[in-house]
Nanobody, 123 residues
C-alpha cells in the first residue's frame, strides 16, 4: 500500500511559479511510476506529467510542456512538479498518483492517489 500526500499549492498571480511536492509512504516508491494530474471545477481529471521509476522517461501534456517540470528523489520518496509561467487556466486541484508499471498518461491506470492540493492562478 502506498499513501501520497501533496503540498505546495496556493494562490499565485499569472506568470508566477509554484513547486508542488508529493511525499510517498512505503518502501516501494522507487519501483513505481509517478504522475501529476489536475481537475478544474466542472471538468474531468486530466493528465499533466508523468515520470518513470528511474526518472529517465518523462512526458508532459501539451498544455504544460515548456512551463512545468516533473522530477523525483527516490531517496526522499518524493516527486515534484515545478510550475512556471502559470496561467489562469492552470487553476485546478492537482493530484499526485502512483502506479505499479510503466509511466502512463491515463487516469484509470494509476493505483494510488493523493487527496490533492489547490492551485489558483489569478489574472
Amino acid at each position: 500500500q502506498v499513501q501520497l500526500v501533496e503540498s505546495g499549492g496556493g494562490l499565485v498571480q499569472a506568470g508566477g511559479s509554484l513547486r508542488l511536492s508529493c511525499l510517498a509512504s512505503g518502501r516501494t516508491f522507487s519501483s513505481k511510476s509517478m504522475g501529476w494530474f489536475r481537475q478544474a471545477p466542472g471538468k474531468e481529471r486530466e493528465f499533466v506529467a508523468t515520470i518513470g521509476w528511474t526518472g529517465r522517461w518523462i512526458y508532459y501534456a501539451d498544455s504544460v510542456k515548456g512551463r512545468f517540470t516533473i522530477s523525483r528523489d527516490n531517496a526522499e520518496n518524493r516527486v515534484y512538479l515545478q510550475m512556471n509561467s502559470l496561467k489562469p487556466e492552470d487553476t485546478a486541484v492537482y493530484y499526485c498518483a502512483a502506479r505499479d508499471g510503466l509511466w502512463s498518461r491515463e487516469v484509470y491506470e494509476y493505483d494510488y492517489w493523493g487527496q490533492g492540493t489547490q492551485v489558483t492562478v489569478s489574472s
